[in-house]
RNA sequence: GGGGCUGUAGCUCAGCCGGAUAGAGCGACGGUUUCCUAAACCGUAGGUCGUGGGUUCGAGUCCCGCCAGCCCCGCCA
């Protein structure tokens, strides 16, 4: 329907125009124009859509809301391709404008959609810059090494892969970032306790499997804290790492290899694709960071620290609030290296990434550390001219008593155990549904169906809630088999697969497409919805969007398959109505895989 | 002290550029299956949109004040 309500404000706003040509020129010579106000329709009663333009122009005209209508219907009238897309215009209420679309229209949209793969998703050419292809670079997920993935990572790497998944499917080069937390002083306490406890590992190659990465670190942290030489050592070890030191580097390359595969199992369970580029890869670059902040006379000594004062951001007692980027000891900080990072990615290749935009998904808590870098990414002039540097901020992951999610005994719950236990009761679910219903599956049935369910249930529990808002984590709500939840809508095309191993998916002559009931007008109006609401998500940068959309298709798939005979019926009702289950099967699995969910034919 | 986010039905949440009588889901109550997977469908009840002002023909939505919760604020990321 995006073409067809671009046709349609065209030709309102024509229609606006000659009704009232005074007003028009007035406008177009302040450098705007009438806005006819053309939105989708806020009720079905109303309509397809809504002109809410006559209203604003009461005042100005100094004509009844109702008037402006009249006359804006009487232009909207002589025109024959509007009539020819519209039934005759209805003023309602004070004045709005409603639209209903002719069953014609609708039928040729439904028809196109049915072979087009896009499914009226326009595909946009390649965003250039110094005539080569520039990505969307977008920076999600992003784990600390020797540190186990947890609930914290989850809504970074589920929204990010999602996002990602909309921008290529709109035809971008996306280039999906994994800044792992690979540097720092930790490796210092991480690489002192390596060589106490398996120094042969240093030597001999695969002489040790680190196993409990997450027991390992906290061993490390205990004696750092409690014993003194221990501390020592590891200061020492920091020095050496960051002065190349081989032995040092080996140590650390094998935390990082080891964290990798760890990361990977998770990553391979959640079909989340990412390209590793950690902290370390900026390390050449933060003199240059320095340097060129200097020259730009931003920098600036104080406390022993070399800072930026940011502007407008004031921290106690009023003062300007410092953004640290060399320490008083002369090393980086966390700053240096997103400076770094932003710098990398917005220069040209070969010596940087080439972007126009640049995407954070952190959670919210990192929003005036964003707003920091940002600024002074700007006023060093890093960011090209039409670039767009983006934070994507959310919401914390709750438990159900509203505070943060932990585990029973009071610890960070890991990701690995959270998706575990969610395939575990999609299972015991499921077996207890056979069971009821005495069906009989093969192991390999219930194994892979629990597994999608699971992790489908996860992710679109996660995807559907407003980003910015805290996020209520339940294992129950979200396998719930009602509501807005990812087994409602795997159910729907479940019942498509079924029909189509009963009666085929036949293909269908666009002049046979015939269509009789409510139920299957409700739902056409719903399918050609698809379109504005992914061009939705890639402006908003908002999945929830998407899993609302999907979840009210389905809802209306649901009341036509219930309410609506399909395979028992006569022609061409049958073939209509086999088509419109095969564009929602086409719909529903493209808005699944733009969340990232893989769907099933059999549940 | 400064800044950010949040506050909508009993619970969990939607609500698009300000538009018509504020919507879902869960839970509660009632109904639907000789028929394509009932993990579904239909119906009923449930609201001072935190609060007080302001702007507007029109405010859940924009502006200001206040209240509550969470988060951030110099050498961790």
């Known amino acids: 329907m995006l073409t067809l309500s671009k046709v349609l404000k065209l030709q309102i706003q024509n229609a606006l125009e000659s009704a009232f040509p005074e007003a028009a020129s007035a406008a177009r010579a302040a450098g705007k124009r009438l806005d006819p106000l053309i939105v989708p329709a806020s009720k079905p009663e109303f309509g397809d859509f809504q002109i809410n333009g006559a209203l604003p122009l009461a005042k100005p005209l100094k004509q009844s809301p109702r008037q402006i ?236 620290a070399q800072c930026v004062f940011l502007e407008g951001m004031t921290g106690k007692e009023g003062k300007p609030l410092p953004m640290i980027v060399k320490k008083s000891d002369g090393g980086f900080n966390y700053a240096t290296t997103d400076l770094a990072a932003i710098r990398y990615r917005f220069d040209a290749s070969p010596k940087g990434d080439n972007a126009l935009r640049l995407i954070y998904v952190t959670d919210a808590g990192q929003a005036n ?112 088999l009602q509501g807005n939840t990812a087994p409602y809508l795997l159910y729907a095309l479940v019942r498509i697969a079924g029909l189509a191993r009963k009666g085929g998916m036949i293909d269908i002559a666009p002049d046979e497409l015939q269509f009789n009931e409510p139920q299957e007008w409700s739902l056409i109006r719903e399918l050609l919805k698809f379109d504005e609401v992914i061009v939705e998500v890639e402006e908003e940068l908002l999945p929830n969007r998407l899993c609302t959309y999907l979840f009210e298709l389905s809802q209306s798939f649901n009341r036509f398959y219930d309410q609506i005979p399909i395979l028992k019926t006569d022609e061409p009702y049958r073939k209509s109505r086999l088509a419109l289950c095969r564009l929602t099967a086409d719909t529903l699995k493209t808005g699944m895989t733009l969340l990232g969910i893989p769907t099933l034919e059999r549940m």
Not at 130 to 150: C, L, Q, R, T, Y
Not at 162 to 180: C, D, I, K, Q, T
Not at 251 to 258: G, I, R, V
Not at 395 to 423: C, F, N
């Open 369 to 480: 550390h964003f707003a920091g870098v940002f600024q002074i990414a700007e006023r060093a002039n890093w960011v090209p001219n039409h670039a767009r540097l983006e934070h994507v901020p959310f919401g914390l992951v709750q438990g159900e008593d509203g505070k943060k999610l932990k585990t029973r005994s009071g610890e960070t719950v890991r990701l690995r155990d959270l998706l575990d236990e969610a395939i575990e009761r999609a299972e015991s679910d499921l077996r207890l549904r056979l069971k009821e219903e005495g069906r009989l599956e093969s192991e390999d049935f219930i194994e892979h169906v629990s597994k999608t369910v699971g992790i489908a249930a996860v992710k679109y529990a996660d995807l559907s809630q407003h980003r910015l808002t805290n996020y209520q984590f339940s294992f129950d709500r979200m396998l719930s």
């Open 69 to 304: 209508a009249t006359a804006i219907v009487e232009q909207l009238e002589t025109n024959a391709d509007f009539l020819n897309l519209c039934k005759p215009p209805v003023i309602a209420g004070p004045g709005f404008i409603n639209l209903i679309l002719k069953p014609s229209c609708l039928v040729n949209e439904i028809s196109s959609r049915l072979i087009d793969k896009r499914l009226g998703v326009p595909s946009i050419p390649p965003k250039k810059k110094n005539g080569e292809i520039s990505p969307v670079v977008i920076d999600f997920s992003s784990p600390n090494i020797a540190k186990e993935m947890h609930v914290g990572h989850l809504r970074s790497t589920i929204i990010g892969d999602s996002l990602a998944r909309v921008f290529e499917f709109r035809g971008y080069e996306v280039l999906r970032l994994n800044h792992v937390g690979d540097w720092g002083t930790q490796f210092g306490m991480l690489i002192t306790h390596l060589k106490e406890v398996a120094p042969e590992a240093l030597s001999t190659p695969n002489a040790i499997d680190l196993g409990d990465l997450v027991a390992f670190y906290r061993q490390a942290k205990q004696r750092f804290d409690e014993d003194n030489s221990f501390q020592l050592a590891s200061r020492e070890e920091v020095v050496k790492l960051q002065s190349e030191d081989p032995i040092a580097l080996k140590a650390w390359k094998l935390l990082c290899d080891q964290s990798r595969r760890e990361f990977q199992k998770i990553y391979d369970r959640l079909n989340i694709d990412l390209t590793e580029r950690g902290e370390s890869f900026y390390n050449p670059f933060l003199r240059q960071v320095i340097e060129d902040l200097k020259v730009k006379k931003l920098l600036v000594l104080d406390d022993g």
